[in-house]
C-alpha cells in the first residue's frame, strides 16, 4: 500500500488514514492509496464502515497543485472519487483544517461527513483558474443547492463548518479528537442501519430555480469579472448538474476542467500561488533563524500611512502606541482610526465588539517615554530625511535594546536612515501600501545592515499583520515604485503623442488591469510628486526627457479627484470619472512643447509601451539583486498595483510572451524613443540564451 495511506482495520470499522505533509494534497501515491484503501476496505468481510481521516493541521487541501501542467499519472482523482462513492460499505470522512478542491470532492463522495468545529470546506478551484474537476460542481448543488454551489464555486472562498452544515454539506460537527469522532459516528450509522447514502444519487434541491440562479450568475461574471476563463465554465459545469444524469454531468465537468487546465490564465494564477508560498523563502536566510518576539508596537506619525499602519497591528490584535507631534494632530489622527473603524461597523465587516476590542489596543501618545518597551518601531512621519534623523536618533536614545526600528519611507535611503542610530543591525523598511490596513503588500526593505533575526522578524510580523511580505533591496523607490515610474512615464508620453486618457485607461484595463494610469494620477493627485519630478529634470541628463502633461494640467488648477477635475472630471463630489472637454487643448499644446504631430494609437502599442516598460526596469532590477526572483517582483504587482492576477505578473507575463519577443519590441522602441528604452542586459542575455526569468537565479 501506499507510504502516504495507510490502512487499518479495527474491529469492524476500515480505519484510512491519509498522511501526505504538509497539506495532505491529492498527489499520485495519495490518489493510489486511497484507492488501494477503498478496495481492502470492500473486500475485507469483517469491515462493516470505512472512516477516512488525515493526519497533520489539516484534510486533504486539494489536488497536488505541482503536478498540473505535468502529464497525468493515474489514477485520476475522478477515478478514485468514484470508487469512494461506489464502494458498498458506508464511509465517513471525518474533516479538520481545511478540506479543500479535490480534498472536499473526496469527502464529497464520502457517504457522509462530519467535521471539526474550527473546520474550513471550500471549492478554491477558481482561484486558480481551474473548476472543481472530480466530482464537484455535480456533487455540491445536489448537497447545498444550485445557489450555494454557484457563490462558492464561482466564488471560490471557503466557508466555516458551522455554515457548511447548515447547507447540507456536514452531517454533524464535533470537538476533540479525530478518530474517536470518525469511530463513534460510524459505530452509530451501523447501529442505527444507515448504510450507503450516496450524493451523486440525490436530486438537485433547488433545480426549479436553476436557470435564473445560473443566468444571473453569468451576468455578474460578465460585469465584475470580464475576460476570465474559468468562472463562466465553472457557471457551465453547474448547469450540467441540473440538466444531466451524474455520469454525463461527470464527464462535462472533465472536458470543462480539462480546456482550464489547458488555458494561460491557470498558469498565470498557479504562478501566483506559488510565487506567494516562495516569497517567505529569504535568500541567505536559514529556515531556522531565530525571530524575535513581538508582543507589542508603536507607530510614529499619525498621517494617513501612520493611521492605517497602527490599525493593522489592533487588527492583529498587537497593542500599538501612536505618537503624534501635538495633541491637536493625535486627536486628529484617532478620529480617524475611530472613522475607519466605525466605517466597516456601518458596511457590516466589522461588529461593534470587535471594534471596541481594537480600539482599546490604541493607545495616542506624545511623548517618546511610551514608546521605551516597544518590540518595534514604524516610523511614518513626512518624507523628509532630516525630519526621519530627528525621529530616529530620538528612537534610538528611548526604545529598549532588540527593538526593531523600521522605516515606512518610500523613497529615501534606509541606509542613510539606519545610520542615524548607534544600532543599524535592527533597522528595517516595512512599506506599506495606501490605504495600510486594506492593501496586502509590504515590501520588507533589508538594508546593508540589516541583521537576519531583523529580516526574519519583519517577515513573521507581515504574516502575522495578513500581508503579502516579500523581501526588496535598497534603491529610489524599492521595486514596485520604481518600476511604477517607469509605467507612469509612458504612459503620459502616449497622452503627448496622441492618445486619450480614456484610451489608455480603457486599453490597460481592457488588459486587466484594476484601474488605468490616468484615473489612478486623478485618485492620488496629480501634484503628487511634482517637486520630485522638477528636481529629477534638472538631474536627468538630456536623454531623459520627462513628460509635461502633468505639469500643464496641474497649472491649469486640475489636480484630480480632490479638484473636482484632473484627467477626467468628478462633478459634484463623484468619484466616477467623466470625459474632461477641458484637456484636449493641454494635451495638444503638450504635443506641440514636444514637436510632437499627434498621431492615433492603438490599444495594443498602449499596453506594450506601458508593460514591456515595466519588465525591463523589473529586469534591472532582478540583475541589481534589488528583488531576489522574478515572481518576487510578480508578487509586488499583483498585491499592490492591480495587476491581474490571471497574468500572472509582469515578469511571468513577459516569459509568456517569450524573452526573445518582448526584447524585439524594446529595441524598436528603443530605436523609435530613446534612452530611455535600453534594454536591460539580463533581458538580453535571458533573451539570447533562450531562458525565462522565472529560471533566472542571482548569480547565474
Ligand atoms: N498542492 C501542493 N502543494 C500545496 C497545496 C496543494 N494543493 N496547498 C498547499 N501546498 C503547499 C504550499 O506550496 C506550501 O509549500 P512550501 O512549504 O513548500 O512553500 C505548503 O503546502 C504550505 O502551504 P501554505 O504556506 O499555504 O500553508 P497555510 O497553512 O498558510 O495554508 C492552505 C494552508 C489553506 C491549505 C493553503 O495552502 C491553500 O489554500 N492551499 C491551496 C488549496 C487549493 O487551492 N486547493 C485546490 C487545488 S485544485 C484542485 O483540487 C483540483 C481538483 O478539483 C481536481
Ligand atoms: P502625512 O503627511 O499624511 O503624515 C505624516 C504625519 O507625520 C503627520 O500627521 C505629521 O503630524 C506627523 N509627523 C511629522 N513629523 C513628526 C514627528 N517628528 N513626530 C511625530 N509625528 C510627526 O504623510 P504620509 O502620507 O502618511 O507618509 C508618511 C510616510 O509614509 C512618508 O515617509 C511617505 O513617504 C511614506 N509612504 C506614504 C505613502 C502614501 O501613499 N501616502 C505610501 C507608502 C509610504
Not at 500611512?305 to 497602527?310: D, E, R
Request: glycine share 10%.
Amino acid at each position: 500500500m501506499s507510504a502516504s495511506v495507510l490502512f487499518e482495520r479495527r474491529g469492524n470499522l476500515a480505519l484510512v488514514t491519509v498522511n501526505n505533509p504538509p497539506v495532505n494534497a491529492l498527489g499520485q501515491s495519495v490518489r493510489e492509496g486511497l484507492l488501494e484503501a477503498f478496495r481492502a476496505a470492500e473486500a475485507d468481510a469483517q469491515v462493516e464502515a470505512v472512516v477516512l481521516l488525515c493526519t497533520g493541521s489539516t484534510f486533504m487541501a486539494g489536488a497536488d497543485i505541482k503536478e498540473f501542467g505535468k502529464p497525468p499519472q493515474a489514477p485520476s482523482l475522478p477515478e478514485v472519487v468514484n470508487a469512494i462513492e461506489a464502494c458498498a460499505k458506508p464511509s465517513v470522512a471525518v474533516i479538520h483544517g481545511s478540506a479543500l478542491g479535490g480534498g472536499l470532492e473526496v469527502a464529497l463522495a464520502c457517504h457522509y461527513r462530519i467535521a471539526r468545529n474550527d473546520a474550513r470546506v471550500g471549492l478554491p478551484e477558481v482561484k486558480l483558474g481551474l473548476l472543481p474537476g472530480a466530482g464537484g460542481t455535480q456533487r455540491l448543488p445536489r448537497l447545498a443547492g444550485v445557489a450555494k454551489a454557484l457563490e462558492m464555486i464561482v466564488g471560490g472562498a471557503p466557508i466555516s463548518a458551522t455554515e457548511a452544515q447548515r447547507h447540507g454539506i456536514l452531517d454533524e460537527l464535533f470537538d476533540g479528537d479525530l478518530l474517536a469522532a470518525g469511530s463513534a459516528f460510524a459505530q452509530r450509522l451501523l447501529a442505527e442501519g444507515r448504510g450507503v447514502r450516496r450524493s451523486g444519487e440525490q436530486p438537485v434541491a433547488d433545480a426549479g430555480e436553476a436557470a435564473a440562479l445560473l443566468d444571473a450568475k453569468r451576468a455578474e461574471i460578465h460585469q465584475r469579472m470580464p475576460g476570465l476563463f474559468s468562472p463562466l465554465r465553472c457557471v457551465a459545469a453547474l448547469e450540467a448538474a441540473v440538466q444531466l444524469p451524474l455520469a454525463e454531468g461527470l464527464e462535462r465537468e472533465r472536458e470543462l476542467f480539462r480546456e482550464c487546465l489547458a488555458s494561460p490564465q491557470r498558469a498565470a494564477l498557479v504562478h501566483a500561488f506559488f510565487a506567494e508560498r516562495q516569497a517567505g523563502k529569504v535568500v541567505g536566510l536559514a529556515a531556522d533563524t531565530p525571530t524575535r518576539a513581538i508582543a507589542s508596537a508603536a507607530v510614529i506619525g499619525g498621517g494617513t500611512m501612520g493611521v492605517g499602519i497602527a490599525l493593522c497591528f489592533a487588527n492583529a490584535g498587537i497593542p500599538v502606541k501612536l505618537l503624534e507631534i501635538d495633541q491637536t494632530a493625535l486627536e486628529r489622527a484617532l478620529q480617524r482610526a475611530r472613522d475607519t473603524y466605525a466605517a466597516s461597523v456601518k458596511r457590516g465587516s466589522l461588529s461593534e465588539a470587535d471594534m471596541a476590542r481594537r480600539l482599546a489596543l490604541l493607545d495616542g501618545v506624545t511623548d517618546y517615554a511610551a514608546l521605551a518597551e516597544a518590540d518595534v518601531v514604524v516610523e511614518a512621519v513626512f518624507e523628509n530625511l532630516e525630519v526621519k534623523r530627528q525621529v530616529f536618533e530620538r528612537l534610538d536614545a528611548v526604545c529598549k535594546p532588540g527593538a526593531i526600528l523600521a522605516s515606512n519611507t518610500s523613497s529615501l535611503d534606509l541606509d542613510a536612515i539606519a545610520a542615524f542610530t548607534a544600532r543599524p543591525q535592527d533597522v528595517v523598511g516595512l512599506h506599506f501600501f495606501s490605504p495600510a490596513n486594506v492593501m496586502r503588500l509590504l515590501e520588507v526593505v533589508r538594508g546593508a545592515q540589516t541583521s537576519d533575526t531583523v529580516l526574519a522578524t519583519a517577515m513573521a510580523l507581515g504574516k502575522r499583520l495578513k500581508k503579502v511580505a516579500v523581501v526588496v533591496g535598497v534603491c529610489d523607490g524599492f521595486v514596485g515604485n520604481r518600476m511604477v515610474f517607469q509605467y507612469g512615464r509612458e504612459s503620459e508620453f502616449l497622452l503627448e503623442e496622441g492618445a486619450t486618457p480614456e484610451q489608455v485607461d480603457g486599453a490597460l484595463r481592457a488588459f486587466g488591469m484594476a484601474m488605468g494610469p490616468c484615473a489612478m494620477r486623478d485618485l492620488s493627485g496629480l501634484d503628487i510628486g511634482l517637486a520630485i519630478r522638477n528636481r529629477q529634470r534638472q538631474s536627468l541628463p538630456p536623454q531623459f526627457p520627462l513628460p509635461r502633461v502633468l505639469d500643464k494640467l496641474c497649472e491649469a488648477g486640475l489636480l484630480g479627484q480632490k479638484s473636482g477635475a484632473g484627467f477626467y472630471r468628478y462633478p459634484e463630489g463623484s468619484r466616477t470619472p467623466q470625459p474632461n472637454p477641458a484637456l484636449a487643448p493641454l494635451l495638444e499644446a503638450a504635443s506641440r512643447e514636444r514637436g510632437i504631430a499627434r498621431r492615433s494609437l492603438d490599444d495594443r502599442y498602449i499596453v506594450e509601451r506601458c508593460l514591456f516598460a515595466l519588465v525591463n526596469e523589473g529586469a534591472k532590477i532582478l540583475e541589481e539583486g534589488i528583488a531576489q526572483r522574478a515572481s518576487d517582483i510578480d508578487l509586488i504587482y499583483l498585491n499592490g498595483y492591480g495587476f491581474p492576477a490571471h497574468r500572472g505578473g509582469p515578469m511571468f507575463h513577459a516569459d509568456q510572451l517569450g524573452l526573445d519577443k518582448v526584447l524585439a519590441r524594446i529595441r524598436e522602441f528603443h530605436a523609435e524613443h530613446g534612452a530611455w528604452w535600453q534594454p536591460a542586459p539580463l533581458l538580453e542575455r535571458l533573451a539570447a540564451e533562450g531562458r525565462q526569468f522565472s529560471d533566472w537565479e542571482a548569480g547565474q
